[in-house]
């Protein structure tokens, strides 16, 4: 099995930026899919981007097109999700997820993070 970390969260205000890592330990990192959802209070659980497990692809919610950006480092066992211009409407809780999967692409998540909250003020 695989453990994910997340971290990098906090509060921000409007417009700033924020970076967040998912730290893997565990089975080969390059054998998963990864990908980062987010709950906001009162919502359900949102896909926000993936990453195939070569990178090739990525995929992006429409409400984060532009400003989030995805990308993993397998030599760290590392998963990122770059986030600029933030809104307040990104306030949510950021779960990193990853897809143990014979397929390139992300479909169902197999292990989950912990959570790491985003807090984005005006």
């Known amino acids: 099995q695989v453990q994910l970390v997340e971290s990098g969260g906090g509060l921000v205000q409007a417009g700033g930026s924020l970076r967040l890592s998912c730290a893997a330990s565990?089975?080969?990192?390059?054998?998963?899919?990864m990908g980062w959802f987010r709950q906001a209070p009162g919502k359900e659980r949102e896909v926000v981007a993936h990453?195939?497990?070569?990178?090739?692809?990525?995929y992006y919610a429409d409400s984060v097109k532009g400003r989030f950006t995805i990308s993993r480092d397998n030599a760290k066992n590392t998963v990122y999700l770059q986030m600029d211009s933030l809104k307040p409407e990104d306030t949510a809780v950021y779960y990193c997820?990853?897809?143990?999967?014979?397929?390139?692409?992300?479909?169902?998540?197999?292990?989950w993070g912990q959570g790491t909250q985003v807090t984005v003020s005006s």
């Open positions: 990453i195939s497990r070569s990178s090739r692809n990525t």
């Open positions: 997820a990853a897809d143990y999967t014979l397929s390139d692409l992300f479909r169902e998540a197999d292990y």
């Open positions: 565990g089975r080969t990192f390059s054998l998963y899919a």
